[in-house]
Every structure is written in structure tokens, then in C-alpha cells.
């Protein structure tokens, strides 16, 4: 038989018995089994509660460290923060693909701006899940939620300082560059306090230094001269007879340069003088697309991106501060509003190469530099791919189709509308006319060189939205999607140059941490600002005088920046059409 007592002895543990097997002892000097088992089990309760504990305290410590912005030792600095106007990861995608499938390139060749990504942002608003540029704007300048339509003005429509006014304050030159009008939304968040980004009048006059701080910018450059001049001139859109040019001259002391040959003097920001104000376009600069066969007329962003770069470095050289400096491209925004995804490529193809121009600043500078930078929100509803309405869903899109065109549906919009328009009054045959669209618009503009009918009869019929009727065809041929003609609520990426203190917004942030991560990497005081603001500022100087909360409330909510500046040019079109009938 075996040895069962032998068997049971091999069977048992250290943990539960400290006597070898085969070894003699003297029973009334052996630890009792029971307390010798007890003290090991609250032995190793200890350490894993010991360890638990550090793995906490561990955890606790990094998500301290992650959540607290910085405050940066003393030291000269510059900070880019660059904006892309409506642009979601699906723009990126799209073109992406597109300059692979222009130039040639293996699957492996992605943008600059995919070699630096950083995390991504969550864009809603205080009163909206989907945000309108000036809300998102208030964020990044500011760092505080508001309500769509607010320009750096708070939910309780107290004005709140900002990350550029703080540190001009704090001995920073600032600069702002702009491919839309310069008192848009997110400019205009940066360096003016109104209820409502409709007060694009009052926005001008705070820009230049008529406003509670005085003048807070050193040099802009974009769009936007109709509010700037006085009403009855040729090309202003003010409602007063205020000539804003001429009062930031004589008042501000600004130098001004107002077409390309003036652009073209600043001599890529060697020659600038300051303070520099640019504009380049009576509204907004054209898009890419159109632009680059008017480069004689409009500089692009990269173009007014270099300048500013530039001007202020060279006015930093023997400062002891740096500067801050704002980049917006645009137009990437109104392009998504249009549904224009050939329009849009390039915008983003643009914003790119300003974005490669400003890395290798940062990169080259002798004084310490960050680029950061985000989108306010998605435009557009993009996709990249299209299931036409009775068929089945097909796993693939056309860059092909964007290549091909060589207008902006704005740019065919407007030149259809000055053809009507300088035919008003006459007979228009309609036949006649869907020849002409077909012949001079559609197949050199977009390309498209098969038609159908009832395109072209739609566009006769309704050439009110013939921008929209453009984009669609465009769209089609490219099997790419479009959900609204407006904003969506999608989470947005962030980019940066990088660094350990850009590690703080790693990840998925609110936008507001953008905001705070600004303001805190330049170590500048923007509650103090906005004190200074709430002393200053009542309730006439924002704009509420003769608004109604209600009527506050109803402005904020059509926020499209992009159909105002259509309504003026179209009027501005049809006025001239009608003094050439």
C-alpha cells in the first residue's frame, strides 16, 4: 500500500506549513498550523494593499500632472496658434488621398499636418452641442465656454480678456493673419468685445485701438476692407460714415497697405512697419483655388503667414519677450458651408503648407517657439464616400473628379450672376442660357463635360443657389457626402510642434483647454484683463443698447458669416451688373 502519510505531507506548502518534509520536531515546540497560516494571509494582504495603494498614488500623480497647465520659467518665447476654420478629420482623409493621387504619391505620403498630430478637441458650445466659430473662438481666446455668436463675451454678456490682449500687455508684440475679413469671428474673438459677431462695424474700430484697451495688435493681414471704409464709398459695406482706415492712421498710428503692390512692399516682412494693418479683399480673399490664378491680385496664407512670421521676429530680435501670432485658414469653413470638396482640398492643401512654413520656424528659431494648433468645429457633414439614392452603397471615391476642376462653385455663382444681371431687363432664353452655363462654366470650370439636363435646368431656374447646384455636381462626380450646409458637432484634431509642456493637452481636451494652455505657456494675466474689461466696458460700448435679449439671442443663432458676406457681394455683383446693362 502506499505511504498515504508520506503522500499528504509532499502535498502541503511553505504557506501553510514550515516543516520539510521527513524532518523531526518536537510537537510542543512547533507553531501551531493555524496561527502560522493566519500570519501569512495577513502578511499578503498587506502588500497587495501596500501595492494597490502606490498604483493610485501613481495614477493620482499622473493625472494631476496632465491636467495642470503650465507655468513656465522666465524666458524669452513665441507661440503660433494656428486656426483651420472648419475642418474635421474627414477634410484631412480627403485631401490627403487627393494630393496622392495628384503628384503620384505611395499610400505611405501623408501631410504635415498628420506628422504632428496631437490629440483632438470637443467643440460644443454653452447654449449648442454644435458650436458656431465665435463661441469656439471665445474658447481659444478666452478659455471659457459662451454662447454661439459671442465675441470673448460671456453667457452673462460680461466681457472676458484675452490670451492676445493679455500679453500685449505683458510686453509681447501680437499679430493676426486672416484669409476670410478681418473682423470675422475668430479674429475678431482675439482683439474686440461685442454681443453678436453681426457687429462687424464695431469690431473693425476695436481692432485698430478705438476700444476699452486701447490698440492690442501689431499687425493684421487678411480680408474685409468694406468695413473699414465709410458708407458711399465704393466697395464699403459700414453703415456709418466712419472711415476706419484713415482713423487708425491718424488716431492709431497704423501703416496701411490696401491691394497686392502693397503687400508686395512689405517685402516679406523686412519692410513692415508698425503697427501693420493689410487688407487685401473687399470681403473675403477667393479661395485657393481661384486665387492662385489671380496671385497678382490676393496673397495667399502662406504668403501673409511668412510676412507676419517675419516682421515679428525681426521687431523681437532685442526684446526680451517674443510674440504671439494667430493663423486662421479660413476659407476651409466656407467651403464646407458651400459643399464644395473641390474647393475645400485646396484650402486644406494651403493651410498645410503655412502649417509646414510655421513648423520650420519653429524648428529654426533661436528663441523658444510652439505651434499649436486646432480647428473651431467641423463643417459640412463631410464624407468621403456617396450611396446614390437606388443603388447600392459603393466602397470608394474619386479625387480624379476634384482635379479636374478649376473654379470654385463661388467663383462659377458669381461670374452666372453677373451674366443674368448684366441681362436684366432683356429677354432671357433659357436654352440659350443653359448653352452658355454648359460651355463657359460647368465644362471648363468644374470639368464635368457630360451634363445632365436637368442640372443644367436646374441651374437656370434657380441660379439664386446655383453655388450650392455647382457643388453638388462636383460632389456627385466624386462620390463624396455632405450631411448640412452647416456646422456639425464632430470632435476636431489638434496639432503641435511639440514639446513637454504641449504634452499637457495630449489627448481628447475641451476646447477650452486649448484656451488655457495658451494663456499659461506665455505665463500672462487674462483675469486681470478681464477686470480691467468689466471696469471699462458697460453695456453701450458692447452693443446692447438698442438689443433686446431676445434679439441677441435671434442673431446668435444664424451665424453664418459665410451667407452675409454672399448677400453683400451678390448685391455688390448685381449693382454693377445693372450700371453695365
Request: proline residues 4%; contains cysteine.
Amino acid at each position: 500500500m502506499p505511504n498515504t502519510a508520506n503522500a499528504q505531507s509532499s502535498e502541503r506548502t511553505p504557506l501553510i506549513n514550515d516543516r520539510r518534509d521527513g524532518e523531526d520536531s518536537d510537537d510542543s515546540s512547533r507553531t501551531p498550523p493555524g496561527s502560522s497560516r493566519l500570519r501569512e494571509i495577513v502578511l499578503f494582504a498587506w502588500a497587495l494593499l501596500a501595492t494597490a495603494a502606490l498604483i493610485v498614488l501613481a495614477v493620482w500623480t499622473q493625472h494631476r500632472s496632465s491636467t495642470k497647465f503650465p507655468t513656465p520659467s522666465e524666458g524669452k518665447r513665441n507661440l503660433i496658434f494656428m486656426v483651420s476654420d472648419g475642418m474635421g478629420p474627414a477634410s484631412l482623409s480627403l485631401t490627403r488621398s487627393f494630393r496622392q493621387h495628384v503628384e503620384g504619391l505611395p499610400e505611405d505620403d501623408v501631410l504635415t499636418l498628420d506628422r504632428h498630430f496631437w490629440g483632438s478637441s470637443r467643440t460644443r458650445s454653452s447654449n449648442s452641442l454644435v458650436t458656431d466659430s465665435a463661441a469656439g473662438a471665445t474658447a481659444f481666446s478666452c478659455g471659457k465656454k459662451s454662447y454661439n455668436g459671442a465675441i470673448s463675451v460671456l453667457p452673462d454678456y460680461e466681457p472676458c480678456g484675452t490670451v492676445l490682449e493679455a500679453a500685449k500687455r505683458a510686453g509681447f508684440m501680437t499679430g493676426l493673419v486672416v484669409t476670410t475679413d478681418i473682423t470675422d469671428a475668430t479674429p475678431a474673438c482675439f482683439a474686440s468685445h461685442v454681443l453678436t459677431r453681426a457687429m462687424n462695424d464695431d469690431i473693425a474700430l476695436q481692432e485698430v485701438g478705438d476700444g476699452p484697451l486701447g490698440r492690442v495688435v501689431d499687425i493684421m493681414l487678411g480680408g474685409g476692407r468694406c468695413h473699414f471704409l465709410p458708407n458711399g464709398t465704393d466697395g464699403s459695406c459700414r453703415l456709418d460714415n466712419t472711415d476706419v482706415v484713415k482713423k487708425a492712421q491718424d488716431e492709431f498710428g497704423w501703416t496701411y497697405a490696401g491691394d497686392r503692390a502693397g503687400f508686395d512692399a512689405l517685402e516679406g516682412g523686412e519692410k513692415v512697419s508698425f503697427p501693420q494693418l493689410g487688407l487685401f479683399a473687399h470681403y473675403d480673399i477667393p479661395f485657393e483655388i481661384d486665387r492662385r490664378n489671380m496671385s497678382d491680385v490676393y496673397p495667399s496664407l502662406s504668403e501673409m503667414a511668412a510676412t507676419a512670421l517675419r516682421a515679428l521676429e525681426k521687431a523681437t530680435e532685442n526684446s526680451d519677450k517674443g510674440f504671439f501670432l494667430m493663423i486662421e485658414g479660413s476659407r476651409i469653413d466656407h467651403a464646407g458651408h458651400i459643399n464644395d470638396p473641390a474647393a475645400q482640398v485646396r484650402e486644406v492643401l494651403e493651410y498645410d503648407k503655412a502649417f509646414k512654413l510655421v513648423s520650420d520656424f519653429v524648428k529654426d528659431s533661436k528663441t523658444e517657439s510652439l505651434l499649436v494648433a486646432t480647428s473651431d468645429h467641423e463643417t459640412g457633414g463631410l464624407a468621403t464616400a456617396l450611396r446614390k439614392s437606388g443603388h447600392l452603397p459603393v466602397y470608394n471615391w474619386y479625387p480624379k473628379a476634384l482635379a479636374k476642376a478649376s473654379a470654385s462653385a463661388e467663383l462659377l455663382s458669381k461670374k452666372f450672376l453677373q451674366k443674368i444681371a448684366t441681362n436684366s431687363g432683356k429677354t432671357q432664353n433659357k436654352e440659350e442660357l443653359k448653352q452658355w452655363v454648359n460651355k463657359e462654366l460647368v465644362v471648363p470650370g468644374l470639368g464635368i463635360d457630360n451634363a445632365h439636363p436637368e442640372e443644367l435646368q436646374a441651374l437656370v431656374d434657380h441660379p439664386e443657389v446655383s453655388v450650392q447646384t455647382f457643388a453638388a455636381m462636383i460632389s456627385l462626380r466624386a462620390h463624396i457626402g455632405w450631411s448640412t450646409h452647416g456646422h456639425t458637432a464632430l470632435d476636431v484634431n489638434v496639432y503641435s510642434t511639440g514639446g513637454e509642456e504641449a504634452q499637457k493637452i495630449r489627448g481628447n481636451i475641451e476646447n477650452t483647454d486649448v484656451g488655457k494652455f495658451l494663456r499659461g505657456y506665455l505665463n500672462v494675466d487674462v483675469d486681470a484683463i478681464t477686470e480691467e474689461l468689466k471696469e471699462k466696458m458697460n453695456k453701450k460700448q458692447l452693443g446692447a443698447m438698442n438689443l433686446q435679449q431676445e434679439q441677441m439671442s435671434a442673431m446668435a443663432e444664424d451665424p453664418s458669416s459665410w451667407s452675409q458676406s454672399q448677400s453683400l457681394e451678390y448685391a455688390h455683383l448685381a449693382k454693377a451688373g445693372a450700371a453695365h446693362a
